[in-house]
C-alpha cells in the first residue's frame, strides 16, 4: 500500500467480509426474523480486451489471496455457467473465491429497521437543516439534544459539515458517486450465471459485475459519475455503460431479462477515503466517504465505531480520521498515467492497431486538465474535471506517498 489509509481501509473490509454471516444473525435474533442469504462466489474475470486495468488488478488480486492464504481457485472462463460474452470480449483467465460473495442490500436495510423497531429506536422522518453544539437542527419539527452525534448521511453529509465553522477547510468534501445498476429477472430459458461474476475496479469506473438474487432475480451493475451536487437522475449515458457492459462481457442473451433501473449516491471523499471517526468539535463524529466499500464494511465499521464511542480499545483507524490533510497516493505523473488508462476502457482503446495514437491524444487532453487545475501532485481520475472546473481546491494538496504503510497492491473490493 502506497499510504496507512490504504492499508486501515483493506484491513476494514477483510474483517467485515470476515463478520457477516454472525452480524446478520445477531441482527435477525433481535428481529425475530431470518437473516437474508448470502450468496457465496464470487468468479473474478480478467478482460484484456476492455481495460488495463485489470491484468494488473488481477494479479493484486492474485497476491492478496495467495499472502492471506485464502481458499481460491483458477478457472477457465469458458467453463462458467450462463457465462457467454461477445467472443471478442471473452475474458483471458479467471479466480473464483468461495468465501466471497454478494447479498441483497434491499433485505439488509429491511432487516435493519426491523431490529431498530424491536430495540426500541425513535426515528424521525425529516430533513436536518444544521448540527450545531449538540443540537440537530430540523426543518420541520422539534430540535435534537444529544452528548453524542454521529453525521452519517452519506454523500449529504457534505451539507452538513460545510455550516460547522470549526471545521471549515479541516475535513475533506464528501461528493456524490451517482450510480445506476439494474434489477433483473431472468425469462424463462434464459441461463444466467449462478455465483457473482465480476471483473476488478475500472480505474475511475466500477468494473463490471453480475449478483445473483434468489433463484430467477440478479443485479448488474454499476456506473459512478462524480459530482458537487446531487443529481435527481441518472444519466442517459450511464445506462447505456451497464446495458452495453454486461451483455458485452458477460452474456449476449441477458437481453431477454426484465429490468428496472435503480439510481443511488455514493459518498465519496475528496481525497478517495473514508472519513470514520471524532472530530475536534466536542461530541461529534463523522462517518462517511465510503465510496464503494460502504454495504462491505459495514459490520466492521459499526463495531468500531461501537468501540470508539465507549471509549474502548480496538476503535477507528487513525489514518482514516474525517479532520486531516487530504490523502494523496499518487504523483503528478502517477495520476496522470492513470487518468489515461481510466479514459481508455473500452473495446478498440487498447495500445495497438491504432490505438497508441488515440492514447497520446487522451494524454495531451490529460495533461491539460493537470496544468488548468494546478495540480503538482496525482488526484482520484474519477475526481480530476472536478480539479480542473475549480469545483474542487487542489492547493492544500501535498504529496504524502512516503507517508507509512506498505505494499502497492490492494485486493478488489466487492460488489
Not at 430533513?127 to 454521529?150: K, L, N, T
Not at 468534501?173 to 441461463?191: K, S, Y
Amino acid at each position: 500500500f502506497r499510504h496507512a489509509a490504504g492499508r486501515a481501509k483493506f484491513d476494514l473490509i477483510r474483517s467485515a467480509v470476515a463478520a457477516w454471516p454472525g452480524w446478520l444473525d445477531d441482527l435477525a435474533a433481535i428481529a425475530g426474523l431470518e437473516p437474508p442469504p448470502i450468496r457465496r462466489g464470487t468468479v473474478v474475470l480478467d478482460n484484456p480486451n476492455v481495460s488495463g486495468f485489470d491484468p494488473p488488478n488481477f494479479d493484486a488480486i492474485l497476491e492478496a489471496l495467495r499472502r492471506d492464504e485464502a481458499d481460491h481457485e483458477l478457472v477457465d472462463p469458458v467453463d462458467l455457467r450462463g457465462y457467454r460474452p461477445a467472443a471478442h470480449l471473452r475474458a483471458s483467465r479467471g479466480v473464483r473465491v468461495p468465501s466471497d460473495g454478494a447479498i441483497d442490500a434491499f433485505a439488509v436495510m429491511e432487516l435493519l429497521d426491523r431490529t431498530a423497531d424491536a430495540l426500541g429506536v425513535e426515528r424521525s422522518d425529516g430533513r436536518v437543516e444544521s448540527v450545531r453544539d449538540g443540537i440537530v437542527r430540523c426543518e420541520q419539527g422539534p430540535d435534537v439534544r444529544a452528548a453524542r452525534i454521529i453525521v452519517a448521511a452519506g454523500a449529504a453529509s457534505d451539507g452538513l459539515i460545510q455550516m460547522i465553522p470549526e471545521l471549515d477547510g479541516r475535513v475533506p468534501r464528501i461528493l456524490h458517486g451517482t450510480g445506476v445498476g439494474l434489477r433483473c429477472r431472468a425469462t424463462p430459458n434464459l441461463a444466467t450465471p449462478d455465483e457473482v461474476l465480476r471483473t476488478p475496479n475500472r480505474g475511475a469506473g466500477l468494473g463490471v459485475y453480475h449478483v445473483p438474487i434468489g433463484s430467477d432475480r440478479f443485479y448488474l451493475g454499476a456506473t459512478n459519475v462524480v459530482s458537487v451536487e446531487a443529481r435527481e437522475h441518472a444519466r442517459l449515458g450511464s445506462l447505456h455503460l451497464v446495458l452495453q457492459s454486461a451483455m458485452d462481457e458477460i452474456s449476449s442473451e441477458l437481453r431477454h431479462a426484465e429490468c428496472r433501473m435503480v439510481t443511488g449516491h455514493r459518498p465519496i471523499g475528496a481525497d478517495g477515503f473514508p472519513l470514520l471517526g471524532r472530530t475536534s468539535v466536542p461530541g461529534l463524529w463523522i462517518a462517511t466517504g465510503t465510496r464503494r466499500d460502504g454495504v462491505t464494511a459495514a459490520p466492521e465499521i459499526a463495531r468500531r465505531f461501537v468501540n470508539e464511542l465507549l471509549g474502548m480499545d480496538d476503535g477507528l483507524p487513525e489514518p482514516l480520521s474525517p479532520e486531516r490533510t487530504p490523502i494523496v497516493v499518487l504523483d503528478r505523473d502517477q495520476g496522470i498515467d492513470v487518468a489515461v488508462r481510466s479514459r481508455l476502457i473500452g473495446p478498440g482503446s487498447s495500445p495497438g492497431g491504432g490505438g497508441g495514437r488515440l492514447e497520446d491524444e487522451v494524454r495531451r487532453q490529460v495533461v491539460r486538465l493537470y496544468d488548468r487545475a494546478g495540480l503538482g501532485v496525482g488526484v482520484p481520475a474519477e475526481l480530476l474535471d472536478l480539479y480542473a472546473e475549480g469545483r474542487l481546491d487542489g492547493s492544500n494538496l501535498a504529496n504524502s506517498t512516503s507517508c507509512p504503510a506498505v505494499r502497492s497492491s490492494e485486493r478488489g473490493v466487492r460488489p
